[in-house]
Nanobody, 124 residues
Framework: QVQLVESGGGLVQAGGSLRLSCAAS????????MGWFRQAPGKEREFVAA????????YYADSVKGRFTISRDNSKNTAYLQMNTLKPEDTAVYYC?????????????????WGQGTQVTVSS
């Protein structure tokens, strides 16, 4: 069983930055891709970014490309999402996820493990 715990959310003004962290339990963290999703009020959960098992390859949704950076530190069992130039439309609950069917950086479809989420609010 894998447990994922996000941290780093908060309230920030438009144009600001936040760094989210996702700490994972278990021995399999470095085997699989990691991803970030978000869900805004009244909207469906959407894919944001993914990183491959080694950290050498990444993939981003068009809405965040050039502003967000996903990374990982396998020695710390932790994934990160650096969010810059934040916009009010980035306001959402952000979730990290691990898909044990996937090692590459590509959009995730219904990953097996999810964190509990962390709120990000961007004020205008």
């Amino acid at each position: 069983q894998v447990q994922l715990v996000e941290s780093g959310g908060g309230l920030v003004q438009a144009g600001g930055s936040l760094r989210l962290s996702c700490a994972a339990s278990g021995r399999t963290f470095s085997y699989y891709a990691m991803g970030w999703f978000r869900q805004a009020p009244g909207k469906e959960r959407e894919f944001v970014a993914a990183i491959n098992w080694s950290g050498g390859s990444t993939y981003y949704a068009d809405s965040v490309k050039g502003r967000f950076t996903i990374s990982r530190d396998n020695s710390k069992n932790t994934a990160y999402l650096q969010m810059n130039t934040l916009k009010p439309e980035d306001t959402a609950v952000y979730y990290c996820a691990q898909d044990t069917r996937q090692r590459t950086a590509q959009p995730m479809d219904n990953p097996r493990y999810w964190g509990q989420g962390t709120q990000v609010t961007v004020s205008s």
